[in-house]
Nanobody, 128 residues
Framework: QVQLVESGGGLVQAGGSLRLSCAGSGRTFGTYDMGWFRQSPGKERAVVAAINWISGSSYYVESVKGRFTISRDNAKKTLYLQMNTLKPEDTAVYYC?????????????????????WGQGTQVTVSS
């Protein structure tokens, strides 16, 4: 059974940086479509960034473009989210997610329901 474990969250001042990691399992980690989502109190879980395993293309929500970078190291079975120039509005619980099936239909990377494996989340708090 595939598992995802996030780490790297914490408290940081506005303008600072954090790097989140998501350690995965499974022999075919390199074939998983993966994404980072975040959720703050009273809001729905929403995509922050995603990476397609076939093309290697990455996608970002407009509010983090130029500040966040998603990447993966398949040999280490780890997904990363480098977050720079953090803002108080980036405060949330961050989750990594994977779609592990190679027959998952349309690449619906913005839709949390499309992913079938989730980590437990890591809290990111940005103080002003």
């Amino acid at each position: 059974q595939v598992q995802l474990v996030e780490s790297g969250g914490g408290l940081v001042q506005a303008g600072g940086s954090l790097r989140l990691s998501c350690a995965g399992s499974g022999r075919t980690f390199g074939t998983y479509d993966m994404g980072w989502f975040r959720q703050s109190p009273g809001k729905e879980r929403a995509v922050v960034a995603a990476i397609n395993w076939i093309s290697g293309s990455s996608y970002y929500v407009e509010s983090v473009k130029g500040r966040f970078t998603i990447s993966r190291d398949n040999a280490k079975k780890t997904l990363y989210l480098q977050m720079n120039t953090l803002k108080p509005e980036d405060t949330a619980v961050y989750y990594c997610a994977a779609q592990t099936s190679t027959d998952s239909g349309t690449y619906d990377y913005k839709n949390p329901v499309w992913y079938n494996v989730w980590g437990q989340g890591t809290q990111v708090t940005v103080s002003s």
